[in-house]
């Protein structure tokens, strides 16, 4: 590869990088044409970019960030496939669902300016929520409070005409 071509790839991947705010780095080389096809279907439909990347571009476009990713340089080994997105936790949902015998197999990722090294991170990268998920929480909680007074009111308002119906019941 010449040395201009090298140098336009690491500018895209360096651009493609700060469009997204999740990175993930996973193992994808006993993937079959058949399976991988399937990946990359499931994270076009996720709104997931997956791209296969020779390790020493995404090094030097990681060293280009604002971010120091010093802590993935080590698992640039091997087949990287580069999984980016703006959510969280779709990448590691989308792997614990489609892997097979651990295949693919996350290598490491960044997500909400964390580091997770290892396959065994994925239980604790599926349970990130995601911005979304935690304004919903935060709306449900705000709203229960309010819920549970006006259901009072409106209970008590009955049971209050009740009350105040058979009064006027015994005296007539």
Known sequence: ?????????????TSVLKEYSHM????????????????????FESDIKLMVVKNSLLHKAMENQDIDY??????????T???????????????????????????????????????????ALVSIKSKEELIAEVVALLQAPVKNVVSA??????????????LEERTN
């Open 70 to 79: 010093s802590p993935l340089y080590d698992t640039l080994k091997g087949t």
């Open 81 to 123: 496939a580069l999984m980016l997105s703006n959510v969280a936790n779709a990448p590691a949902k989308l792997i614990k669902d489609k892997a097979k015998n651990g295949i693919p197999a996350l290598k490491a990722a960044y997500a909400e300016e964390g580091f997770y090294i290892g396959a065994d991170q994925l239980d």
């Open 24 to 43: 993930y780095l996973v193992d994808t080389s006993s993937l079959n044409a058949a399976d991988t096809s399937a990946l990359r279907r499931a994270c």
């Open 153 to 166: 009111l409106q209970s008590g308002g009955t049971m209050l005409h009740g009350v105040l119906k058979t």
């Open 1 to 13: 590869m010449r040395k201009e071509d090298k140098g336009a790839i690491i500018e895209q991947l």
